[in-house]
């Protein structure tokens, strides 16, 4: 499995492990590359968005050519993962114009929502698929506050989304590559082939 780590800007180094974490966890080798340019995501099988600060993020992937690439990625029906500010940027509408959103999941954002209450926080949360609840880690995270019909709500804080599966991709407000748990990234990217904790 060749998976692309979307590397302008974030924690890129997280993802990469927690993707090479869950790849072995199915006997997959996977070869993991750093994206900052185009004409890479096109190899990928696999893509994942980190987390980091979404307006910069936003702004390279449309300076460098990625942001199309991404989009041909999801088009084709192969999966990404996107975190934090990568849900933002994959988001239909953030609500800033200095997001230029990509629209592959048919949600808005509210970027700084957690962060205006608390910088961060944690918490045990049950999402659908996984057995045991996730150790879901905050950090200035964004709300999702409204979905479209065909989104599926994976898990929610206070009865608001906080991981959501539209088609091919998976997209959390929390920062699942920041423990060492790699079902998030097995969910998104084994769907059929999830892994009991
Ligand atoms: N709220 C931040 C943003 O708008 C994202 C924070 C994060 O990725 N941890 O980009």
Redesign the pocket.
């Known amino acids: 499995m060749k998976a692309g780590v979307i590397a302008v800007q974030?924690?890129v180094a997280e993802h990469a492990a927690a993707v090479r974490n869950a790849a072995a966890a199915h006997d997959e080798p996977a070869e993991v590359v750093e994206v900052r340019d185009a004409g890479i995501v096109p190899d990928c099988d696999v893509l994942l968005m980190?987390?980091?600060?979404?307006?910069?993020?936003s702004r390279l992937v449309h300076r460098e050519g990625i942001a199309s690439e991404i989009r041909e990625h999801v088009a084709s029906g192969k999966p990404v993962l996107a975190?934090?500010?990568?849900l933002?940027v994959c988001s239909r509408d953030?609500k800033?114009d200095r997001?230029d959103a990509l629209g592959l999941v048919d949600a808005s954002v509210d970027?700084?929502a957690f962060?205006r209450q608390k910088d961060s926080f944690e918490a045990k949360l049950p999402v659908t698929g996984l057995d045991e609840p996730f150790h879901a880690v905050?950090?200035?995270?964004?709300l999702i506050d409204e979905v479209g019909d065909d989104v599926e709500v994976l898990a929610t804080v206070d009865g608001r989304p906080v991981a959501v599966r539209d088609g091919p991709v998976v997209a959390t407000a929390f920062?699942p590559e920041l423990t060492d748990d790699p079902r998030i990234h097995d969910l998104a990217f084994f769907p059929e082939r999830e892994v009991v904790a």
């Open positions: 974030g924690d980190p987390g980091g600060e979404s307006t910069t993020i975190t934090c500010a990568g933002i953030a800033d997001v970027r700084n962060g905050f950090i200035r995270a964004p920062h």
